[in-house]
């Protein structure tokens, strides 16, 4: 996606009114983002890469309810229309407040951070369980793990890039998930983050003060979303993994318990998220050919490898 600055620009004047801007872009996937920067105020501006409108304003939806709960959610900037979206060139964008903290992957972790990002996970969970949202018919989307089938016809493409060894690991989740997906079928859903790792979520201290980027916001697996948050969190220092999930979790349960059913099938949902990552970024060759990425399929390879040998049911402490 190709976003001038003569595009921005001109967006954020028509729009906003805002004419002596400054802009740094930051990182993203499919979304390009940005740090805008005004002589009074700093914004951050979110441009859609992969969303048609209906699923841009169901995630500004998300974010909005989030606000008025109190979660530490950015505000949306209204535009002079009164939208909470406007176009940059032919894509669909938001303008937000700029958050303070840093972010989880620079911050030391330790199991008292790790019990707060659990808490706020599940109290998201308590507040969306009860809302009705709009829109029946969701986009089809490989990083939604109910829609995992995506990711089986997309590793077909890239099965030979593996090593042998991570061959046999996907392989094998991909055989698990074919023999318990009627089970994962029957697991409640409501709408979830979906992207809860430590990049999306800034800290002050030992507080959780910004959940960013909703853009992948799903309504999907309450414990897909539990999964996706242990899998990039949790395993970045695999000495301290069972610690680190057992203290997510406890904080996670304070709010919003998790079923047997959940429990039981949380270590393949884990690795299901892991091979998502994996197979996704595989398709990029580009950005894999120039370093981007790679971090994450060391980290996810490592997840399966743990995984393939140890369960994480005894983790869950009361």
Same mark, same amino acid.
């Given at each position: 996606?190709?976003?001038?600055?003569? &595009?921005?620009?001109?967006?954020?004047?028509?729009?906003?009114?805002?004419?002596?801007?400054?802009?740094?872009?930051?990182?993203?996937?499919?979304?390009?983002?940005?740090?805008?920067?005004?002589?009074?105020?700093?914004?951050?501006?979110?441009?859609?890469?992969?969303?048609?409108?209906?699923?841009?304003?169901?995630?500004?939806?998300?974010?909005?309810?989030?606000?008025?709960?109190?979660?530490?959610?950015?505000?949306?900037?209204?535009?002079?229309?009164? !939208?909470?979206?406007?176009?940059?060139?032919?894509?669909?964008?938001?303008?937000?407040?700029?958050?303070?903290?840093?972010?989880?992957?620079?911050?030391? =972790?330790?199991?008292?951070?790790? &019990?707060?990002?659990?808490?706020?996970? $599940?109290?998201?969970?308590?507040?969306?369980?009860?809302?009705?949202?709009?829109?029946?018919?969701?986009?089809?989307?490989?990083? @939604?793990?109910?829609?995992?089938?995506?990711?089986?016809?997309?590793?077909?493409?890239?099965?030979?890039?593996?090593?042998?060894?991570?061959?046999?690991?996907?392989?094998?989740?991909?055989?698990?998930?074919?023999?318990?997906?009627?089970?994962?079928?029957?697991?409640?859903?409501?709408?979830?983050?979906?992207?809860? =790792?430590?990049?999306?979520?800034?800290?002050?201290?030992?507080?959780?003060?910004?959940?960013?980027?909703?853009?992948?916001?799903?309504?999907?697996?309450? !414990?897909?979303?539990?999964?996706?948050?242990? !899998?990039?969190?949790?395993? +970045?220092?695999?000495?301290?993994?069972?610690?680190?999930?057992?203290?997510?979790?406890? $904080?996670? &349960?304070?709010?919003?318990?998790?079923?047997?059913?959940?429990?039981?099938?949380?270590?393949?949902?884990?690795?299901?998220?892991?091979?998502?990552?994996?197979?996704?970024?595989?398709? @990029?060759?580009?950005?894999?050919?120039?370093?981007?990425?790679? @971090?994450?399929?060391?980290?996810?390879?490592?997840?399966? +490898?743990?995984?393939?040998?140890?369960?994480?049911?005894?983790?869950?402490?009361?």
């Amino acid at each position: 996606m190709n976003v001038t600055d003569t &595009e921005i620009k001109e967006a954020l004047f028509r729009d906003f009114g805002m004419e002596d801007v400054t802009f740094v872009p930051l990182s993203g996937y499919y979304d390009k983002n940005f740090k805008v920067t005004t002589p009074k105020e700093t914004f951050f501006l979110k441009v859609y890469g992969f969303d048609a409108l209906p699923f841009v304003l169901f995630q500004l939806d998300v974010m909005e309810r989030c606000v008025q709960a109190g979660f530490p959610v950015a505000r949306l900037i209204k535009t002079k229309r009164d !939208a909470s979206y406007f176009v940059v060139g032919d894509k669909s964008a938001s303008l937000q407040e700029f958050l303070p903290g840093i972010p989880v992957a620079e911050a030391p =972790h330790d199991v008292e951070l790790m &019990e707060e990002l659990g808490q706020v996970l $599940g109290r998201m969970h308590r507040l969306i369980s009860r809302q009705e949202f709009k829109g029946e018919s969701w986009k089809k989307y490989p990083w @939604d793990l109910s829609q995992f089938e995506l990711v089986s016809g997309d590793y077909t493409q890239v099965r030979d890039s593996f090593p042998k060894q991570t061959v046999v690991l996907i392989d094998n989740v991909f055989a698990e998930w074919t023999k318990s997906s009627d089970i994962l079928s029957m697991m409640r859903k409501g709408v979830v983050h979906n992207d809860y =790792h430590a990049w999306n979520i800034l800290v002050s201290g030992k507080k959780v003060s910004a959940i960013t980027d909703f853009g992948d916001a799903m309504y999907s697996w309450y !414990a897909g979303d539990v999964a996706i948050a242990l !899998a990039h969190l949790c395993f +970045e220092e695999l000495n301290s993994t069972d610690v680190f999930v057992g203290h997510f979790l406890r $904080g996670y &349960e304070r709010e919003f318990v998790l079923d047997d059913m959940e429990k039981s099938n949380l270590p393949l949902l884990i690795q299901m998220r892991a091979v998502t990552a994996m197979v996704e970024i595989a398709l @990029d060759s580009q950005k894999l050919a120039h370093g981007m990425y790679t @971090d994450i399929v060391r980290l996810q390879t490592g997840v399966l +490898e743990f995984l393939a040998k140890k369960s994480l049911t005894h983790l869950f402490i009361k």
